[in-house]
T-cell receptor, first 113, second 114 residues
Framework: DAKTTQPNSMESNEEEPVHLPCNHS???????IHWYRQLPSQGPEYVIH???SNVNNRMASLAIAEDRKSSTLILHRATLRDAAVYYC??????????????FGRGTQLTVWP | EAQVTQNPRYLITVTGKKLTVTCSQN?????MSWYRQDPGLGLRQIYY???????DKGDVPEGYKVSRKEKRNFPLILESPSPNQTSLYFC?????????????FGEGSRLTVL
């Protein structure tokens, strides 16, 4: 199974940038890197995904290492509403990680006012 | 509105009393999956389905059954619940014919087995 490794927890101050790392050394060439976040008392929600190039959307940016063995989710200005558990997963819609997905424990982000 | 709906949201039951947690999606997604979430253990996959009549085990399938008779529904069945199945359960769905595979999650079902 393609798995990822994330720090258990990270902290940030409000309005500062946050860089959430993820290691995925066993990534295959067709694995997409997905990030989800889970706010308190809610189901996980999609944040962003990428394959090789860095990606930006209204929620965050995704920076992918050149060898694709790691990636970083970037929240440019953390707000109190960004406090959540962030999950990094791999998904290949054409391959072995299509159905069997590994979320793990994710990274608990605490944002201080 | 595109959504994944789980029922019940909260349930307290007793050991051995069969129960079903329903999951329904209105997005015509081929893929559906069940997860349980326990403190300190994160999200663990129970079962998944790639399409109607196609199901497979995830990481923690023991004590659970699923069925996929219709594309929109993917019920989770606990034939004889035990206290170690007390947990928060999430259903998710996604398209398969897509190069993104974005997952959509339900709001969760909190189950307590006494």
């Amino acid at each position: 199974d393609a798995k990822t490794t994330q720090p258990n927890s990270m902290e940030s101050n409000e309005e500062e940038p946050v860089h959430l790392p993820c290691n995925h050394s066993t990534i295959s060439g067709t694995d997409y890197i997905h990030w989800y976040r889970q706010l308190p008392s809610q189901g996980p929600e999609y944040v962003i995904h990428g394959l090789t190039s860095n990606v930006n959307n209204r929620m965050a940016s995704l920076a992918i290492a050149e060898d694709r063995k790691s990636s970083t989710l970037i929240l440019h200005r953390a707000t109190l509403r960004d406090a959540a558990v962030y999950y990094c997963i791999l998904r290949d819609v054409r391959g072995s990680t299509l159905g069997r997905l590994y979320f793990g424990r994710g990274t608990q982000l605490t944002v201080w006012p | 509105e595109a959504q994944v709906t789980q029922n019940p949201r909260y349930l307290i039951t007793v050991t051995g009393k069969k129960l079903t947690v329903t999951c329904s999606q209105n997005m015509n997604h081929e893929y559906m999956s069940w997860y349980r979430q326990d403190p300190g253990l994160g999200l663990r996959q129970i079962y998944y389905s790639m399409n109607v009549e196609v199901t497979d085990k995830g990481d923690v399938p023991e004590g659970y059954k699923v069925s996929r008779k219709e594309k929109r529904n993917f019920p989770l069945i606990l034939e004889s619940p035990s206290p170690n199945q007390t947990s928060l359960y999430f259903c998710a769905s996604s398209l398969l014919v897509s190069n993104t595979g974005e997952l959509f999650f339900g709001e969760g079902s909190r189950l307590t087995v006494l």
